[in-house]
C-alpha cells in the first residue's frame, strides 16, 4: 500500500512562507499526476497545485505568482513553496498521486495543517 506524507505545515503570519513536502513511500512520483488540494473549516476540497508526469505545473487562480509546487522524482517527493502567504490560505493541505487507466489509482496523505495569521 502506497503512502503519502506531508510535512512542513505551521502557523505564520500574513506576507510569510512555508514549504510543504510530500513523501511517498512507494516509486509511484515519476508515474503519476501529482497535486496539492486544500479545505477550509465549512468549504469543499479544493485543487490548489498540479504537476503532470512532464513537470507541467497547474495553479488555481488564487495562488499563482505566489505558489509553486516542484517534483523530485528520484526523491519520490513533490513540494509545494508558499510565499506571499494570506489569512484566506488557511487549510489543511493534501497531498494526491493520481494515475488514470486501467491500472489506475488515487492516493491521499493525512494533511498538514497551515494556518496564516493576519
Known amino acids: 500500500q502506497v503512502q503519502l506524507v506531508e510535512s512542513g505545515g505551521g502557523l505564520v503570519q500574513a506576507g510569510g512562507s512555508l514549504k510543504l513536502s510530500c513523501a511517498a513511500s512507494?516509486?509511484?512520483?515519476?508515474?503519476?499526476?501529482m497535486g496539492w488540494y486544500r479545505q477550509a473549516p465549512g468549504k469543499q476540497r479544493e485543487l490548489v497545485a498540479a504537476?503532470?508526469?512532464?513537470?507541467?505545473?497547474t495553479y488555481v487562480d488564487s495562488v499563482k505568482e505566489r505558489f509553486t509546487i516542484s517534483r523530485d522524482n528520484a526523491k519520490n517527493t513533490v513540494y509545494l513553496q508558499m510565499n506571499s502567504l494570506k489569512p484566506e490560505d488557511t487549510a489543511v493541505y493534501y497531498c494526491?498521486?493520481?494515475?488514470?487507466?486501467?491500472?489506475?489509482?488515487?492516493?491521499w496523505g493525512q494533511g498538514t495543517q497551515v494556518t496564516v495569521s493576519s
Open positions: 494526491n498521486a493520481k494515475a488514470l487507466g486501467l491500472y489506475g489509482y488515487d492516493y
Open positions: 512507494g516509486n509511484i512520483v515519476r508515474g503519476s499526476v
Open positions: 504537476v503532470t508526469r512532464g513537470g507541467s505545473p
